[in-house]
């Protein structure tokens, strides 16, 4: 199969679409907000016309107030990647959700314990009402281990570890500690998209303005009028968490905006931090382009080498 990662704005999409139609090929989704249903506009969902009628799996697939984990996604990733295989055409990961990447590249295995809405709720009213420092005391007394590598402000991770705890007995990081004891299942080729800092943040906040008069505000709205309220895990993705705060009174709409733009700029950061640890990553500069179809014709020829 072959991948494309990169930070957010970078141009995957784009040239996932070209690269699918010149090589057969269908794409899967390795975004963590893809996922939700009635989310298109803040996760930058390709419209129909963008996909220009190449298949696309791993979105739509779940509601926003379902929760979705990375173990759900290997499983679904590893299905329609077997399944676009099997017809003689070639799977093409997509996005920057390093977690979902790393799955599929690293013969990660996963704790059988599913979410436990119960237990995450005493677990959440917890920490509500004591504060973050004693839910991460109380995880360092069950699971120091995991405690270590968890840091106090990373609230979900808290929450799931304690969960993990709770509902089995064992520590989530004995199940860690065994989780890469898996064969890697595929062949690959990594391909990263790169960028000057400066550009990226331009098309970053661009992106932005775009999604704004595309109607990200009724957007968040209508999942508002569904029930949505910032405990979903949908509702703390950029866009939403930011569009919500300002619906509930806490910022004024151009401190809404400011919040979205620089903590998506932030977000971008952190993905290029990720994906720089990947040793196999083949990178693309695309300030060195005179054409943007000049990447595709560089992927090509990088898969080619390979083979």
């Known amino acids: 199969m072959l991948i494309i990662v990169g930070p957010t704005a970078s141009g995957k ?13 269908e794409i899967v989704s390795a975004d963590s907000m893809q996922i939700y249903r009635h ?19 791993l979105m739509d697939v779940v509601e926003p107030w379902e929760s979705f ?8 990733a590893v299905e329609a990647i077997d399944d676009i295989a099997s017809r003689g055409k070639l799977p093409i990961v997509v996005g920057g959700t390093g977690l979902y990447v790393n799955s599929l590249i690293r013969g990660w295995s996963f704790s059988n314990t599913p979410p436990s809405e119960t237990v995450r709720k005493e677990i959440q009213t917890f920490y ?6 004693r839910l991460y005391e109380e995880l360092s007394k069950v699971d120091p281990e995991s405690a270590e590598k968890i840091h106090p402000n990373n609230i979900k991770r808290v929450i799931r570890a304690l969960e993990v705890f709770l509902e089995t007995g064992k520590k989530k990081s004995l199940s860690d500690a065994q989780s890469t004891d ?29 999604m704004i008069q595309q109607g990200l505000l009724q957007e968040v709205r209508q999942l508002v009028e569904m029930g ?33 733009k620089r903590d998506t700029r932030r977000y971008a950061k952190r993905q290029w931090t990720w994906f720089r640890r990947l040793e196999e990553i083949h990178w693309i500069d695309m300030d060195a382009l005179v ?15 390979k083979d």
């Open 228 to 260: 949505a309220d910032r405990n979903w895990q949908s509702m703390q993705g950029l866009g939403y968490k930011e569009i919500l705060a300002y619906l509930d009174g806490e910022s004024t709409w151009d401190e809404a905006l400011y919040l979205l």
């Open 291 to 305: 054409d943007p179809e000049e990447a595709m014709v560089q992927i090509v020829e990088y898969m080619n080498k």
């Open 39 to 57: 989310m298109d506009i803040g996760t930058a969902k390709p419209s129909m016309e963008e996909r220009q009628g190449i298949v696309h799996h």
């Open 13 to 25: 999409t784009g040239l996932s679409v070209e690269l699918a139609k010149q090589r057969n090929g």
């Open 182 to 210: 898996l064969p890697i299942p595929f062949d690959h080729t990594l391909v990263g998209l790169t960028m000057g800092r400066d550009r990226l943040y331009r098309r970053i906040e661009e992106r932005i303005d775009i």
């Open 128 to 133: 509500e009402e004591k504060g973050r420092d």
């Open 69 to 76: 984990t990375v173990a759900q996604y290997r499983r679904l």
